[in-house]
């Protein structure tokens, strides 16, 4: 494949690079930063990614809303191609819900933290560990 | 009633999970009775159902009636009947066994206790028994989240384990999220019995080798397989000890247990074995984690951390025995897995008992202790044996089928890992008897009240209620060991794919 053959699929696939970027962000930040706080703003940043993704590949370029307007009765054809794909969206929903949860968790282990070292950066705390 | 079993499993502890909660601002002697309620029910309906699905074979239940691929299906077969019921007895009797731990350590925090705990078994057991993959994921989020917290519980740098725990864990479990998307972008569907077939056509598609190996990485996170295992030692050692003896033997056996399930009945071994060929290579990877697990283990100086390290190694064990690509390697990682349920559980529940009396697991709190707990130690010793592999024990047979798989597969590096392993425990656990059957009792360590008995040491055990339940836990050892037998042949066999294998 030569170059010409990548640009249509990194133009058309954006999305895709999109969610890996981001995740890839999170990923650094949870890795490399030395605030506690940091490291759980990364985590977030990772977690939205992945619904990112989700929201994306139920998406569909001419569509609307997965809701029949005066469809009730069999008469009403519906056409799948017409509505966006509402099963990845509701999962998303569930998923939110989760890294909120996560995300509570999180900042309530930093807050025990901070309690007991008086500091939320990594090395500071782990220094104090060492000492006795 | 007993046709309801699949959904009383995870919603009888869920409902409790609640009433507990409720009941700590109440009335909080009743948090205790209702959270025993609660797994009570799931332990009975988790037991019903093995025997159902060892009488009638596999059991379907449509939850709210919706049929299969747009509703929730929970599936049950005789592998994961076996592992519901694992988890519920181990749940329960932990229980039965820690409340008193946690009355003396957590007096003012029992409610919350009790709601994480029965919560985090809600987790697992709906993790085990669901078809759906989406709904895995949220009931491992849900296990995990209450881990997170039961384990920042714990004294110390317990928070900060935690945490990293956190971090980790939430990387994993994303893994595994992307990997079901992938899933889904190609299929259409998150059932996995119908993932199962609609897959098949697809197997040379790079998406479904990607959201394989996504899911695949995801759970060895979760799992603590050994490049990834950095957060366990740390979370289960410093974790109270109810908790560890709750989380220790359950949370990487349901993760190994969802590998396999996601191995033998979603990707199907066709897929597995012919289009990844990344087997080999796998079985290498456990060689490195049994081996860096037991030296690991051998650098420790305190017996809950041997013991995490301890877990490390047969993670590997289990993950290599079900890549090894053959029946009896596979047959050997399940077997193993039920058998390590029952051996971790018994080892981490004598340390708690241990922590219990002495305040203290490093190796110095030990010494003397066979004169002063001879039945938490001898208990101990049981499990050792197991972990060993000495029969009759349960430990010997699964290594020994596992051993039997790498010669068949002609692994001679697994078989060599799993004999240096055996040794290294044996070096592990007499260094760790031999201090506490030899040495004096340490007189006056500082660790409380126990310290300054004369030599002439009385026996100070712990509680009954912990100690029934840990004398089950080491006669549970033999017991299993013995049936491996019908176990082999009523549990797994059935479950074993037909074909390549």
């Not at chain 1, 696939?13 to 940091?38: C, E, F």
């Not at chain 2, 074979?57 to 592992?83: C, E, F, M, Q, S």
């Not at chain 2, 990997?179 to 040379?204: F, R």
């Not at chain 2, 300054?452 to 017991?479: D, R």
């Amino acid at each position: 494949m030569d170059m010409a053959q990548y640009i249509p699929l990194l133009l058309t696939k954006y999305n895709y690079w999109v969610y890996i970027t981001l995740m890839m962000i999170g990923l650094w930040a949870m890795i490399a930063k030395n605030n506690l706080v940091k490291k759980i703003i990364g985590m977030s940043i990772f977690q939205t990614a992945i619904i990112l993704f989700y929201v994306s590949m139920g998406a569909k370029y001419g569509a609307t809303i997965p809701i029949i307007e005066h469809g009730h009765g069999a008469e009403a054809a519906v056409q799948a191609a017409d509505y966006i794909n509402p099963l990845p969206h509701v999962l998303m929903l569930t998923a939110i819900v989760v890294s909120v949860a996560t995300l509570g968790v999180a900042l309530a282990l930093s807050i025990r933290i901070h309690r007991r070292h008086r500091t939320l950066e990594e090395d500071g705390i782990l220094d104090q560990l060492r000492e006795p | 009633m007993s046709e309801h079993f699949p959904a009383l499993l995870v919603t009888a502890p869920l409902l409790s999970a609640l009433l507990v909660s409720i009941a700590s601002w109440l009335r909080p002697k009743l948090c205790l009775p209702l959270a025993l309620l609660g797994l009570g029910v799931a332990t009975l309906a988790a037991t019903g159902l093995l025997a159902r699905v060892l009488l009638e074979g596999p059991i379907g239940y449509r939850l709210g009636g919706w049929d299969p691929p747009w509703g929730i299906y929970y599936y049950l077969d005789t592998l994961n009947a076996v592992v519901a019921a694992a988890v519920a007895w181990v749940a329960l009797v932990n229980l039965a066994a820690a409340h008193r731990a946690i009355q003396a350590d957590y007096a003012d925090k029992q409610g919350p206790f009790y709601t994480l705990y029965v919560l985090a078994v809600t987790g697992l057991l709906g993790m085990v028994a669901t078809g759906d993959a989406f709904n895995l994921y949220v009931l491992l989020e849900i296990s995990s989240l209450t881990g997170y917290a039961l384990i920042g519980l714990g004294p110390g740098r317990a928070p900060l384990s935690s945490l990293n725990y956190l971090f980790l864990g939430t990387i994993g479990a994303s893994f595994y999220l992307l990997g079901v998307g992938y899933l889904y972008i190609v299929t259409g569907s998150l059932n996995m019995g119908d993932l199962a077939h609609l897959l098949k056509p697809l197997y040379g598609s790079l998406a479904v080798t990607t959201a394989f190996s996504l899911i695949v990485v995801g759970l060895w996170v979760k799992m603590a397989f050994f490049p990834v295992h950095a957060w366990l030692p740390n979370a289960y050692s410093q974790a109270p000890g109810p908790a560890a003896s709750l989380l220790a033997p359950l949370m990487t056996k349901v993760m190994v247990y969802v590998m396999i399930r996601m191995m033998l009945s979603v990707f199907t071994v066709d897929f597995v074995g012919t289009q990844l060929l990344l087997q080999h290579a796998v079985v290498w990877l456990a060689v490195i984690a049994i081996v860096a697990g037991a030296l690991f283990a051998l650098a420790q100086r305190d017996l809950k951390r041997m013991l995490a390290y301890i877990v490390v190694s047969e993670v590997g064990y289990m993950v290599g025995g079900a890549w090894l690509g053959n029946r009896i390697g596979m047959t050997g990682a399940v077997l193993h897995l039920i058998n390590d349920v029952v051996m971790t559980f018994c080892v981490f529940l004598a340390a708690g008992c241990i922590f219990h009396k002495i305040r203290g697991t490093a190796f110095e709190d030990l010494q003397g202790l066979f004169k002063k707990m001879p039945w938490t130690m001898a208990a101990l010793a049981a499990g050792a044996l197991a972990i060993i592999g000495v029969p009759p024990t349960c430990g010997f047979f699964s290594k020994w089928y596992l051993i039997r798989g790498a010669l068949e597969a002609g692994h001679w590096g697994f078989v060599c890992a799993l004999l240096f392993s055996s040794l290294v425990a044996v070096v592990l656990f007499f260094r760790l008897f031999e201090i506490a059957l030899f040495e004096p009792l340490a007189e006056g360590h500082g660790h409380g009240e126990h310290g300054s008995h004369a030599p002439a040491v009385a026996v100070a055990e712990a509680p009954l209620s912990m100690l029934l339940p840990l004398m089950a836990a080491a006669l549970g050892l033999v017991a299993l060991g013995l049936a491996t037998g019908p176990v082999v042949k009523y549990i797994i066999a059935p479950v074993m794919p037909t074909g390549l294998w």
